[in-house]
């Protein structure tokens, strides 16, 4: 029943910038704290960004504070990822997440992003 639709990704040069989007369904979207996370060829699942509920308060990992910025607009069920100074080391699938806790309840079937010049 819960859907979300990421899509935004694709080849960029070193520098460049991307907007992601999670397009969401399947529940009451303006009650859950969202996020998103990143799976890099060959490595693990990382957490990289976090907003709460309403938008109030946004959270970062350290490797892409100043770079990327997360929003959502509640009124169109729809979270985003404003990601600015790409570099190589960014390079991954992107996934939007529901969060319940501080655990991943649900996520998208992902979208890619290769930086490479």
């Known amino acids: 029943q819960v859907q979300l639709v990421e899509s935004g990704g694709g080849l960029v040069q070193p520098g460049g910038s991307l907007r992601l989007s999670c397009a969401a369904s399947g529940f009451t979207f303006s009650s859950y704290y969202m996020s998103w996370v990143r799976q890099a060829p060959g490595k693990g699942l990382e957490w990289v960004s976090s907003?709460?509920?309403?938008?109030?308060?946004?959270y970062y990992t350290n490797s892409v504070k100043g770079r990327f910025t997360i929003s959502r607009d509640n009124a169109k069920n729809t979270l985003y990822l404003q990601i600015n100074s790409l570099k190589s080391e960014d390079t991954a699938v992107y996934y939007c997440?529901?969060?319940?806790?501080?655990?991943?309840?649900?996520w998208g079937q992902g979208t890619q992003v290769t930086v490479s010049s």
């Open positions: 997440a529901k969060m319940i806790g501080d655990y991943l309840d649900s």
């Open positions: 907003i709460y509920s309403d938008g109030s308060n946004t």
